[in-house]
């Protein structure tokens, strides 16, 4: 079963910080990641998504991502209250344009103010 | 505007009964998805459609049924043999499988 895993958190930060929120998966052959952010209640936003190995930076966040230890993670740098949310990492499974996202659980980030 | 609709936004259904949620994209995207997400639970994929008049089934098809007889639309009906039917209902829409989805705002359906 391919899977892809996050710790569930919550994840707590102060204000200004930078969060680190990771993320493994199983599927060697996984060739595209995605990060969304899903506010309580609502459905899921796509922030960012990556295809190869190293970091991708669009604003606040970067992801990281290094295919060999099968790993990706999202960096928010000036964390900010609004950012509070639960991350959703999802991976490819591995058969390009013929497959589907597979959704880790998500983990919870809290921002302290 | 581009986006994905979805109706109604809250569902209440008696057991025994089916209902059918609604999903529209005006993106022009040729895959749709239906997922379903528990309390503290990732999302679960139901039911996909690559392109018009074909859909697959997801991990957890039964009780379920879908249709895609346009490719803007994707009903999605929840028929009485789904026994625990209360849940967040996601549709979502790609370019083509395998690429970024986005998703609509939700259906959330209760079983009385």
């Known amino acids: 079963q391919k899977e892809v895993e996050q710790n569930s958190g919550p994840l707590s930060v102060p204000e200004g910080a930078i969060a680190s929120l990771n993320c493994t998966y199983s599927?060697?052959?996984?060739?595209?990641f995605f990060w969304y952010r899903q506010y309580s209640g609502k459905s899921p936003e796509l922030i960012m998504f990556?295809?190869?190995?190293g970091d991708k930076e669009d604003g606040r966040f970067t992801a990281q991502l290094n295919k060999a230890s099968q790993y990706v993670s999202l960096l928010i740098r000036d964390s900010q209250p609004s950012d509070s949310a639960t991350y959703l990492c999802?991976?490819?499974?591995?058969?390009?344009?013929?497959?589907?996202?597979?959704f880790g659980k998500g983990t919870k980030l809290s921002v302290k103010p | 505007d581009g986006g994905i609709t979805q109706s109604p936004k809250y569902l209440f259904r008696k057991e025994g009964q089916n209902v059918t949620l609604s999903c529209e994209q005006n993106?022009?995207?040729?895959?749709m998805y239906w997922y379903r997400q528990d309390p503290g639970q990732g999302l679960r994929l139901i039911y996909y459609?690559?392109?018009?008049?074909?859909?697959q089934k997801g991990d957890i098809a039964e009780g379920y049924s879908v249709s895609r007889e346009k490719k803007e639309s994707f009903p999605l009906t929840v028929t009485s043999a789904q026994k625990n039917p209360t849940a967040f209902y996601l549709c979502?829409?790609?370019?083509?499988?395998?690429?970024?989805?986005?998703f609509g705002p939700g259906t959330r359906l209760t079983v009385l």
């Open positions: 999802a991976v490819n499974d591995g058969r390009g344009s013929q497959g589907n996202l597979i």
């Open positions: 459609s690559q392109i018009v008049n074909d859909f």
């Open positions: 990556i295809y190869s190995n």
């Open positions: 979502a829409s790609s370019v083509v499988t395998g690429r970024e989805q986005f």
């Open positions: 993106l022009n995207h040729d895959a």
């Open positions: 599927d060697r052959g996984s060739q595209s």
